[in-house]
């Protein structure tokens, strides 16, 4: 079996594939890694092939930009900026798969889908969190519209039609005119037909995101990754000296692609002076740290988390779902910070399972983060961490996620695939 794993995005939607791209190999496939140009060393670290969906340059030009994080604007930049390079990615991934290729993709590279209708190969997505579902029983939360959560169905079924509406407007006309050109009937529906109809892998427990009847019936869950890298997992020397020296400190990262947190970050210094706490700044980007840090905050480029968190008292975030699932595999209590996307929803759903508090977008300034980290360091959600952590096991999603993806191999047949995959992409139910 030739597995192509393909992905967009930051270190927290790469490592996954990574990690299961790694697993598959390791039980004895061929396997590529299609991902940005800057994730290559990480494919040949891992004894991957690798191929650039898109450059690094192009993928600066959209995780760079600010409006990607604003949640007003991210969805038609996104879209502009995708429909760019569909075709090249198509011809890209035609180039690549053989008659023993089996797809596993983000979806939202439609390029996936259209090289599973042209050359009849097994396709599945892999699903990150439960924001990705649409549900009208259990909606995902939206940034700054967490309120909207408890509208009633009828309201989320009309959103779902508005959202439908919009993608086919962003990105319907460049991807039917690609389907044209490969004689393809077009699509109506991509948003609400952008998952697989063969197999959809969500990377999270069932008790993060308890499925809901109105889920896809191919979606099998599997439980979090948990893969950094397969790196060694050593924390820098002066990070573990910095956690051996003193109090446990608290760790705040905002993501691997946020270069615009220097806002966040002169919060977190803040907070730390008004508790007289140590802190630990992780961030690519020095350019965002304050000025004049005193010698009780230590900034690092990068530390496993795996590693990093379990010497911490608490760890605040942003709410990307790799930090949440490793700060909750370490067992110490989190304060999520969302800025876009999925974690508006991933620190609500931390924060009912009593692990965690949210704290507004809107809520800035040192002292809201001071009083939310004094909640959370308490017996009580101290204990609801611990509690959650003993929930893991860092190994079986990628060898579960890994089975599922052999099931569909062309060997085996190819269970699930016949020409009502490519008919029901045009459903108006």
């Known amino acids: 079996m030739h597995a192509v794993l393909i992905s967009v995005g930051t270190d927290g939607d790469i490592l996954p594939y990574a990690g299961l791209a790694a697993t598959l190999r390791r039980r004895g496939h061929r396997v590529t890694l299609v991902a940005a140009g800057q994730y290559e060393p990480l494919a040949l670290r891992l004894g991957l092939g690798f191929q650039a969906l898109i450059s690094a340059e192009e993928h600066g030009e959209l995780f760079g930009n600010p409006d990607f994080w604003n949640p007003l604007k991210t969805a038609p930049l996104s879209a502009r900026w995708g429909v760019r390079h569909l075709r090249r990615q198509y011809d890209l ?57 408890r509208a009633p169905r009828l309201f989320w079924q009309a959103f ?67 893969f950094d890298g397969g790196s060694d997992g050593i924390l820098p020397s002066n990070v573990a000296e910095f956690c051996r020296s003193g109090e446990s400190p608290v760790a705040f990262t905002f993501g691997t692609g946020m270069a615009n947190s220097a806002r966040l970050f002169q919060d977190a210094l803040e907070a730390c002076k008004l508790l007289g706490r140590r802190g630990i700044f992780l961030t690519r980007y020095k350019d965002q740290l304050p000025s004049g840090m005193p010698g009780s905050l230590l900034h690092c480029d990068h530390a496993p988390f795996h590693q990093l968190f379990p010497q911490c008292a608490a760890v605040v975030h942003h709410g990307g779902i790799g930090t949440v699932a490793e700060a909750t595999a370490a067992g110490i209590p989190q304060v999520i910070r969302p800025i876009c996307f999925d974690q508006f929803d991933n620190g609500l759903r931390m924060q009912r399972l009593g692990a965690g508090i949210c704290v507004p977008a809107r809520r800035t300034g040192g002292k809201p983060l001071a009083d939310a980290l004094g909640a959370v360091m308490t017996d009580r959600i101290r204990t609801a961490s611990r509690d959650l952590k003993a929930r893991f096991d860092r190994t079986e999603a990628l060898e579960t996620s890994a089975v599922m993806v052999e099931t569909l191999a062309p060997r085996f047949g190819v269970p699930g695939f016949s020409r009502q995959s490519v008919r029901s992409r045009n459903d108006d139910e």
């Open 93 to 149: 991934l035609a180039n690549l798969v053989g008659p023993d290729s089996v797809i596993v993709a983000n979806p939202a590279v439609f390029a996936a889908s259209l090289i599973h209708e042209t050359h009849r190969l097994p396709w599945a997505n892999l699903v990150l969190q439960p924001w990705m579902i649409p549900s009208t029983i259990a909606p995902p939360v939206m940034p700054h519209l967490a309120f909207l959560s």
């Open 160 to 226: 779902c039609r508005g959202l439908d509406f919009v993608g086919d407007r962003w990105i319907g006309p460049e991807l039917n005119g690609l389907r044209a050109r490969l004689g393809l009937p077009p699509v109506r529906r991509i948003l609400g037909n952008w998952l697989s109809p063969q197999l959809v892998i969500g990377m999270f427990p069932d008790w993060y995101g308890p499925p809901q009847p109105d889920w896809p019936p191919q979606l099998r869950l599997t439980g979090f990754p948990l």
